[in-house]
């Protein structure tokens, strides 16, 4: 794999650090600006937020610009959005910050994914993309707690000190590491055609199956995992002190699934995205009925993570194969599954309120991914034929 692949896996982390890390500082933030609990989480929800908008916003807006060059301007968005969390003199920047920071979070990864295949044989694509999303799966196992450890002997501030740190390595790498054009020296290099060919994209159906599969996905997985924490101490009866180790499981099965459904994805890319599918539906279905058995749930947030992400390299190429190349498609798979994410867990906790149990966002997450099943399966069968 070219090192150029390097330079984008340490963007990508530094970019799910960013969003990961804030959920183990909310209180120390919520307290250093005397602000309440719910004004904290918009610190979260508004990240969310800017992502799903950033990612069509800023990618229309590039269309007509050299990739490396996009991808430097939104290493150096990010660089700036946590530099201002850093030095935060109040409520409203740090916010703004997060706003910024967030705005380059889907473009990166719909354009880096772009770079990431196009540094490769076509029949390595697929793992290609998942070595720059490694990045973001090993945030995902070290986000909370590098947060958590950092804020608690140094400050929240240190933390994003220490964000705004990878993210100037992530430029510099990016502007050593990735080259400025490909092999071919074509429109590889340039996001082909300008902002009128980008929505032309938007006129294949297997574009629209794979944006919705995409949604529904990420909805059920993020639905069930919304409200997990509830589930490991009020059902299975572990201690809140071992949530932050049984997310850490979970961040470990993303790592897994994202490297295995990358290579997998190579071979079959199709098979591999309805069989990722389907184990997640099967593995959510599963922990609800066991949810009860420490043991167990310890199995199967694992394998909630290997299923959960194991599609996502393969998402992410069908998506710009069929897009032929529209960067826009690519950011837009990224908006897609935050969309999913947002309404998993909106589901999920209505079925809380509605007194179901802690069980239930498993349940509404199994259904949900079950009809990413069947989307997905009339994709590839429609691709076939």
Request: glycine share 16%; hydrophobic share 55%.
């Amino acid at each position: 794999m070219p090192v150029g692949l390097i330079a984008l896996a340490i963007g990508g982390f530094g970019i799910g650090l960013t969003e990961f890390l804030i959920a183990g500082l909310l209180p120390q933030v919520a307290s250093s600006f005397a602000v309440s609990e719910a004004a904290a989480g918009r610190l979260i929800s508004g990240y969310a937020l800017s992502v799903a908008v950033g990612a069509i916003v800023l990618t229309a807006a590039t269309a007509r610009l050299p990739r490396k060059e996009v991808l430097v301007g939104l290493v150096g968005l990010f660089v700036i959005g946590n530099l201002l969390s850093a030095v935060a003199p109040g409520y409203g920047v740090m916010l703004l910050g997060r706003i910024v920071a967030a705005l380059c979070h889907g473009s990166f990864f719909g354009i880096g994914s772009l770079v990431a295949r196009s540094l490769v044989a076509p029949e390595k694509k697929s793992r290609a993309v998942a070595v720059m999303f490694g990045g973001l799966t090993l945030a995902n196992v070290l986000g909370v707690p590098f947060g958590a450890l950092v804020g608690e002997r140094w400050g929240w501030r240190a933390a994003f000190w220490a964000v705004t740190g990878i993210g100037v390595l992530a430029l510099a790498g990016i502007v050593a590491l990735v080259p400025g054009s490909t092999a071919t020296g074509r429109s590889d290099a340039v996001q082909p055609g300008g902002l009128r060919a980008q929505f032309r994209a938007f006129r294949s159906w297997q574009v629209w199956l794979t944006l919705t599969a995409t949604a529904l996905g990420y909805g059920g997985m993020f639905g069930a995992f919304s409200y997990i924490a509830y589930t490991f101490t009020e059902v299975g009866g572990f201690p809140d002190t071992d949530v932050a180790w049984l997310l850490m499981v979970y961040g470990v099965g993303l790592v897994v699934g994202n490297l295995v459904g990358g290579r997998a994805a190579d071979r079959d890319r199709d098979r591999t995205l309805v069989f990722a599918l389907l184990g997640l539906a099967i593995t959510l279905a599963v922990f609800g009925l066991l949810a009860g058995s420490a043991t167990a749930s310890v199995i199967l947030v694992f394998l909630m993570g290997v299923f959960g992400f194991a599609g996502v390299p393969g998402m992410i190429t069908r998506v710009t194969d069929y897009a032929h190349g529209a960067a826009l498609a690519a950011s837009a798979n990224v908006s897609a599954s935050n969309i999913g994410n947002a309404l998993g867990a909106w589901l999920g906790g209505l079925a809380i309120t509605a007194g179901l149990g802690y069980t239930a966002p498993l349940y509404v997450g199994a259904g949900i991914v079950l009809t990413s099943v069947v989307v997905m399966v009339i994709a590839a069968r429609q691709a076939g034929g």
